[in-house]
């Protein structure tokens, strides 16, 4: 009969002692390999214990609430008993011993548990290897290539092929700088997978991955790593043009209606300490005509477009450097007093890094305001996940044409007029849904309603 | 080496038992490798949790005062005695997946009070470590409690709770932690005054970041 011990685990260097707090399973139960059979408790730590084999549970030998030295067996397993063991049975009582022992060894540095390892190195399985040296994904990004994974140098933590290593294997470029060196047969093993990147990791690569080609660097050239937000913002730009079709177009508007307003309520503003920027002005239009148009809040995913329930309006926000892009949830709920203030809130959080995580994720729509430097207009990038995005240009003093309503007659007058560009995915957007929308913003802008 | 990526669910005030359910989606989505390691930030309405060790008579309220003051009660498969959770207290539960550098209970237990510390520090409050037990303390009390778990695969949970401006009141419940005289101690009443809920969130992640290794988390949409 193959009886395995089940060990009070090492669970910590410092860790002496183990209580056992509970059963999760009882003698004559049926256990499989890695399922938690008893919960431990060492001081502010409760922890489960999973079965070395798979088996069943046929002696408990220390019960619940007591307190034993770490390594004393709790527990016996009869690999005979219950499902069938995956190893012969010859091997077992080794097999148990090295894999009870794991947490301790595995804690040790890699080249400790080796030697430990290597007693059944030979009649390790295949199988095992894979599953010690890599993680699901790796697998699962192998087996779509038809590699190896015994192929592919590993750079991970003890020698694990992590997802990068088997990416650049399939790549058939170098391995990461600090891999050892590739073996001669790798490189011609790679290229039989090349074929394979037509399938459905070429999508994979082309939706997820971006690299930067690197250039030579001059006698006079200073060379800096780029930031966190700098590399975030690269590898999001190239994403979001890789993946949508952008097709921009513009609309000129005339903020005297919105001067008005301002002009009307800038004493109550300024006793309530409000602060209602022209940004504030459009992001509450655009919130409040968003509805009228699903698509221009859409995403497309997969093969299905997905229409967002809700009014988050991502605001560029400058750092100088950087760019980063907080978002107004529902904006539609807020008054347009609560939209600016947000706005300011979150400008300012955003300019002292104390935004939260959650602050910046979540944008269904976009506003980015390059008007405010100067500029005339521009042509902004769709964020990567929606389907459009605002620009304002310059709010600036022009001479127009007005026709009075009454006489029908033509003359020129002084103005404040902003150009707006609209970027939208013309997967899902099209050229007369981006003209709609625009129309209906300039409409609710240039008539803005005193009571917003 | 690149760090690795942490998501922040940052949820707001949400029931102890809402949280719970939670953590128990994701621990198993953090084993199957399917998401990243995650800190869940929370508030929690008031309530009391048990640990496994906990003794009862360290609940000082009986059942009938206990629902008189709205305070819930769970029996929780963390470690640790009993403590209370509410609003004005930063809760964290981390679900970490600690094979790859960190397979040892105590040296967890001892990062997660050098992130409270160092959140501390922040504000120039000076809090340590106690022989008494795991926590964080000031000379006035005990200002941050921890209790956790870690479920097969060395995947934890449960986590910390730090308290910002909690109504120190509601602790006379019970014995906290089962240490009798202790007293407990929260930022406002260090500072004299709250700090921002949101600042003292950003500063935890911040600073749990730089101790466990991860990436502070800046994502979402640029443009």
């Known amino acids: 009969m193959a009886r395995i011990e089940v060990p009070m685990p090492q669970m910590g260097e410092s860790i002496a002692e183990g209580t056992v707090s509970q059963w999760l399973k009882q003698v004559g139960d049926a256990v499989e390999r890695d399922e938690p059979i008893l919960e431990i408790s060492t001081d502010k730590v409760d922890a489960e214990i999973p079965a070395p084999s798979s088996g069943t549970l046929v002696e408990i030998a220390v019960q619940e609430g007591e307190t034993v030295e770490v390594g004393t067996i709790v527990a016996w397993i009869d690999t005979e008993g219950g499902a069938a063991a995956a190893a012969p049975a010859a091997e077992e009582p080794a097999e148990a011993a090295a894999e009870a022992a794991a947490p301790a060894a595995e804690a040790a540095p890699p080249a400790a548990a080796a030697p430990a390892a290597s007693s059944g190195g030979a009649d390790e399985s295949a199988e095992d290897r894979l599953r010690t040296r890599s993680t699901p994904v790796v697998r699962k990004i192998a087996a779509e290539h038809g590699v190896s994974i015994d192929d592919v140098p590993g750079t991970g933590h003890a020698g694990r092929v992590t997802k990068q290593d088997i990416l650049d294997f399939i790549e058939g470029g170098a391995p990461a700088p600090a891999a050892k060196p590739t073996p001669a047969p790798a490189a011609p093993a790679a290229k039989p997978a090349a074929p394979a990147v037509g399938g459905a990791g070429m999508w994979e690569t082309f939706y997820k991955d971006v690299q930067h080609p690197e250039y030579p660097v001059r006698a006079a050239d200073s060379v800096e790593p780029m930031d966190k937000i700098r590399r975030l913002t690269a590898e999001h730009m190239v994403l979001a043009k890789r993946v949508a079709p952008h097709v921009h177009s513009f609309i000129e508007v005339d903020f005297s209606a919105i001067d008005k307003v301002r002009t009307a309520m800038k004493p109550k503003w300024a006793a309530q300490g409000a602060k209602v920027s022209y940004t504030a002005f459009v992001a509450w239009a655009v919130s409040r005509v968003l509805h009228e148009f699903p698509m221009i809040i859409s995403a497309v995913s997969g093969n299905n477009v997905i229409y967002r329930g809700n009014v988050n309006l991502g605001m560029a926000v400058d750092l100088n450097p950087g760019l980063i892009v907080p978002v107004v949830k529902d904006a539609d709920h807020l008054s347009l007093v609560g939209v600016g203030n947000k706005i300011v809130d979150l400008a300012s959080r955003a300019r002292d890094r104390k935004l939260m995580p959650d602050e910046i994720q979540g944008a269904t729509f976009s506003i980015t305001n390059p008007g405010v430097l100067g500029t005339l207009v521009g042509l902004p990038v769709i964020p990567k996940g929606t389907s459009a995005i605002l620009g304002l240009g310059s709010i600036e003093k022009r001479v127009v044409v007005v026709t009075d309503p009454v006489t029908g007659a033509d003359s020129m007058a002084i103005r404040k007029r902003c150009l707006f560009s609209l970027g939208y995915d013309h997967r899902i957007v099209d050229g007369a849904d981006s003209a709609r929308f625009l129309a209906r913003l300039k409409e609710l802008l240039e008539d803005f309603p005193e009571d917003a | ?223």
């Open chain 2, 1 to 223: 080496m690149t760090r690795r990526s942490l998501e922040v669910l940052d949820v707001g005030v949400m029931s102890y038992g809402d949280a719970l359910a939670l953590q128990n989606d994701r621990v198993p989505l953090r084993r199957a490798g399917e998401v990243q390691d995650t800190l869940i930030l929370v508030e929690h309405p008031h309530v009391l949790t048990m640990g496994s060790s906990t003794d009862p008579a360290h609940i000082l309220v009986d059942e009938a005062e206990r629902e008189r003051l709205g305070i819930e009660l769970h029996a929780v498969g963390r470690g640790g005695d009993v403590t209370y959770h509410g609003p004005g207290q930063l809760v964290g539960y981390p679900i970490l997946d600690l094979k790859p550098d960190r397979k040892d209970l105590h040296r967890y237990l001892r990062d997660l009070e050098e992130v409270l510390m160092r959140v501390a520090e922040s504000y120039g409050v000076d809090a340590e470590r106690s022989e008494n037990g795991t926590g964080v303390w000031t000379a006035r009390g005990k200002l941050a409690a921890i209790g956790v778990r870690v479920s097969s695969g060395w995947i934890t949970s449960h986590g910390i709770a730090l308290n910002v401006r909690t109504d120190l009141g509601f602790f006379d419940t019970i014995v906290p932690c089962g240490i009798p005289d202790g007293g407990v101690t929260s930022l406002e009443r260090e500072l004299g005054q709250a700090p921002e809920g949101h600042e003292v969130r950003s500063r935890f992640v911040e600073h749990f970041c730089a101790v466990f290794g991860h990436e502070i988390p800046v994502a979402g949409p640029t443009i």
